[in-house]
C-alpha cells in the first residue's frame, strides 16, 4: 500500500493536519479466518490491521472503517468508508486483493453531498449493487455499479423520512428485506419489506422490532444465511459506540410476523491484544471460500501502530504540505451569537483575543437585532472579526446555528468550532486547555466548565442524567483533575472538532433557544462521539438569576422561547425520553399549572 512523501509512511505534518498525534485513537481494518462466521480469529502470521488511515493516498484519512468484501474472478474488492479531513464527511473507498493480506488502496469511488458510510455492496440479477449509509441525507439509496466496483449511478430512492444507519439487506422467503436503525439514545430497528428491489418499500407491520440499546439494536455487517438460519449482526453499545459484535438469529420473518433470539452468550467479535484493535470492534463482513472455511472483513479502533507499506515505491504518494506552520497550527472557528449585551460582548472577545495558544482563533459573530452598537462595536474593536446582523427573532440555538453555517463557508476549513457564550470571560490558557484534551482524546467533544465571577461555584460545563427514571432530569458534572466523560453539554465553551460537526451535524433547527446543545451532545454520542468535560474550569460565567413570577407568569414564561415551548420540548422529550416520552412531557406543565390552580391564578 501507499507510503507518505518520504516513502517511510505518513509524515508529521500529515498527522498534525488531521488533528491527531502519532499515537491517537483511530479505526482502522483487519481480516479475519475460521470455520465459521460464529468462530473468527485473526489468521496467523497476524498481518493486521491490513488498512490504515496513511494507505488512502487520494485524501487526507482520519479513519477507515464498515469494510464490506465483494469477491471476484480475478480477486477480493473492498468498500469502506473513508472520512476526508479535507471534506470533513465520509466517503466510500476502494481497494483490492489477490491473497486477502496484501491489499492496493485504488480510490475514492463515491462521494456525495452529505456524509456517506456502510456501503453494503452485493450482487443481484448479474449486476454488483451497494446501498450506503445516507442518514444525513434521511434517506437510503439503491446504487448500481457502472464500472466494476470503481463507479456508481444511483438507481432508486429507497426510503426517505429517517436518520436511517447502517441500512443491511437480505433475500428471504420471496421477498427483500431491510434492516437500520434509527433514533437517539433510545435507539430502534426498523424493518422493511419489499418484493422488488427498487421500489414498493414498506415498513413491516412489527416494525420496530427491537428497541434494545445494548447489544441487538444497530446492524453490524451484512447479514447471513447459515444452514438454513438467518444471522443478524449486531453492534454492542452498553458503554459506549460499537464496542463488541454480537449474532441474532432471526427465527420468524413473513410479511406479518417477525422474531429473532440470541446466538450464545458471548460476542463473536471482541477487541484484542493488538495495538490497532485494543479497544472496540463494531463490525464483520464475513464470505465462505471454497474450501469451507470463512474469512471476514473486520475494523478495530486503537492505536496508531507503525504503517505497513504495501505498494511498489512506483505507486503516486500524497502531496505533501506546502506549509508546515499552517499544517501544524489549527484553525478554531469561535462561534457566538449576541443581543444587546455590548459591554459584556466585548469584554469576551477582548478575552478571546488576549488568549495563549498556539492556533488561529476566527470569530463568527451573529448579532440578533441588537439596539444598543454591539455589532458596530465589535467590527471597530475586532477588526478581523465576521459579523453577521439579523433579526432579533434569533435566540441562542438559532444564532449558533447561523454562526456555524457562516464559518463552514470559510476558506480554509476550520479545524475545530469553538462555541462560546458572549457573557463566558474565558481564562488566558482556557483554549490551549481545550485543545490538549482534544489531542489527546482523538474524536471527542470538549466542554469546558464556568465558574461564577464572584463566589467561584460550578455554573455551566457538562451534564449527566440523575438516574434512568428521570431520563430528562440532568445535573452538572463536578470536573476533576483528568478529563471526564458526560453525557452531554451546557453550550457556554465547547470545542468540536470539524470530523465531529461532520458526523452530527449543526444544531438542530427545531430549537430555538434552550435544548439545542444538551440534543447536541447526546446526538453526538449515539454517532459513537466521546463527549468530555475538561479539568479545572476554563472561565466565569455567571448563571442565570431566577425570575421571580406568580405561577400564571410561570405558566407563561414555559411556553416562551426561553422556557419549554411545547413543540420544541414535545421533539426533545421525544427524542430522548424513551417510550413513556409522552409522561415526561406533560409533567413540567402540569406542575405549573397545578402551582397556578392552587395560587388562583397570581396576581
Known amino acids: 500500500m501507499a507510503s507518505g512523501p518520504n516513502g517511510r509512511g505518513p509524515t508529521l505534518v500529515r498527522s498534525l493536519r488531521t488533528g491527531r498525534a502519532s499515537r491517537s485513537m483511530r479505526w482502522s481494518i483487519g481480516i479475519h479466518v475460521g470455520p465459521s462466521p460464529l468462530s473468527l480469529t485473526a489468521p496467523a502470521p497476524d498481518p493486521n490491521p491490513v488498512l490504515e488511515p496513511h494507505h ?51 480510490g475514492i469511488v463515491l462521494r456525495a453531498a452529505h456524509h456517506l458510510s456502510y456501503p453494503y455492496v452485493f450482487r443481484a440479477d448479474g449486476e454488483i449493487l451497494m446501498v450506503p449509509e445516507s442518514g444525513a441525507d434521511g434517506s437510503i439509496g439503491l446504487w448500481r455499479a457502472t464500472a466494476g466496483p470503481h463507479r456508481w449511478e444511483q438507481v432508486s430512492e429507497l426510503l426517505r423520512g429517517h436518520d436511517f444507519a447502517d441500512p443491511s ?20 430497528l426498523r424493518l422493511y419489506g419489499s418484493a422488488a428491489l427498487d421500489h414498493g418499500w414498506e415498513e413491516h407491520p412489527a416494525s420496530p422490532v427491537v428497541s434494545d440499546t445494548g447489544v441487538s439494536t444497530r446492524s453490524a455487517g451484512r447479514v447471513l444465511t447459515l444452514d438454513d438460519r438467518l444471522l443478524r449482526f449486531t453492534q454492542e453499545a452498553t458503554a459506549s459506540y460499537g464496542e463488541r459484535v454480537w449474532a441474532s438469529e432471526v427465527v420468524e420473518l413473513s410479511p406479518g410476523s417477525y422474531r429473532e433470539r440470541p446466538v450464545g452468550d458471548s460476542p ?5 491484544r493488538r495495538a490497532w484493535n485494543v479497544e472496540r470492534m463494531h463490525h464483520l463482513d464475513a464470505h465462505r471460500l471454497a474450501d469451507g472455511g470463512w474469512v471476514a472483513a473486520v475494523d478495530g479502533h486503537g492505536w496508531r501502530g507503525l504503517p505497513r507499506i ?23 472557528a469561535v462561534l457566538a451569537t449576541s443581543h444587546d449585551r455590548r459591554e459584556v460582548t466585548l469584554a469576551s472577545l477582548a478575552a478571546l483575543h488576549d488568549q495563549e495558544v498556539d492556533a488561529d482563533l476566527d470569530v463568527v459573530l451573529v448579532d440578533a437585532g441588537s439596539s444598543d452598537g454591539t455589532a458596530a462595536a465589535v467590527r471597530e474593536r475586532f477588526p478581523s472579526a465576521h459579523v453577521d446582523e439579523a433579526g432579533p427573532e434569533l435566540y441562542w440555538n438559532a444564532g449558533m446555528r447561523r454562526a456555524w453555517e457562516l464559518a463552514r463557508q470559510r476558506d480554509p476549513v476550520p479545524d475545530a468550532y469553538l462555541w462560546l457564550n458572549d457573557d463566558t470571560i474565558l481564562d488566558r490558557d482556557a483554549v490551549a486547555r481545550l485543545l490538549a484534551v482534544w489531542r489527546d482524546a482523538g474524536e471527542a467533544i470538549v466542554a469546558g466548565a464556568t465558574r461564577d465571577p464572584d463566589t467561584g461555584a460550578l455554573t455551566y460545563g457538562g451534564v449527566r442524567r440523575e438516574h434512568a427514571g428521570r431520563p430528562l ?4 458534572v463536578e470536573p476533576g483533575d483528568a478529563p471526564v466523560e458526560v453525557e452531554t453539554i451546557n453550550g457556554n465553551c465547547v470545542l468540536v472538532p470539524a470530523t465531529v460537526a461532520e458526523r452530527v451535524g449543526n444544531l438542530d433547527a427545531r430549537f430555538t433557544h434552550g435544548m439545542g446543545d444538551f440534543d447536541y451532545g447526546l446526538r453526538a454520542r449515539c454517532r459513537g462521539v466521546t463527549v468530555l468535560l475538561a479539568p479545572g474550569t476554563v472561565g466565569t460565567c455567571a448563571a442565570n438569576p431566577p425570575s421571580v413570577r406568580d405561577a400564571a407568569a410561570e405558566l407563561r414564561h414555559l411556553r416562551s422561547p426561553k422556557g419549554l415551548p411545547p413543540r420544541e420540548w414535545r421533539a426533545f422529550a421525544r427524542r430522548w425520553a424513551g417510550p413513556l416520552w409522552p409522561v415526561y412531557f406533560v409533567s413540567p406543565y402540569l406542575r405549573r399549572l397545578g402551582a397556578a390552580l392552587r395560587h388562583g391564578g397570581g396576581s
Open 310 to 332: 504495501r505498494r511498489a515505491a512506483s505507486t503516486p504518494t500524497r502531496r505533501p504540505a506546502t506549509d508546515d506552520r499552517a499544517a501544524t497550527r489549527p484553525r478554531i
Open 268 to 272: 463473536v467479535l471482541s477487541p484484542g
Open 473 to 476: 432530569r440532568f445535573s452538572r
Open 56 to 106: 488512502v493516498t487520494d485524501v487526507p484519512a482520519r479513519f477507515v472503517a464498515d469494510p464490506f468484501l465483494l469477491p471476484g474472478d480475478d480477486g477480493w474488492s473492498l468498500l469502506f468508508e473513508v472520512l476526508n479531513a479535507d471534506r470533513e464527511r465520509g466517503e466510500i473507498g476502494l481497494a483490492r486483493s489477490r491473497d486477502l493480506v496484501h491489499w492496493e488502496y485504488e
Open 169 to 188: 439487506l437480505a433475500r428471504h422467503g420471496g421477498r427483500w428485506w431491510l434492516w437500520t436503525t434509527t433514533g437517539g439514545t433510545s435507539p430502534v
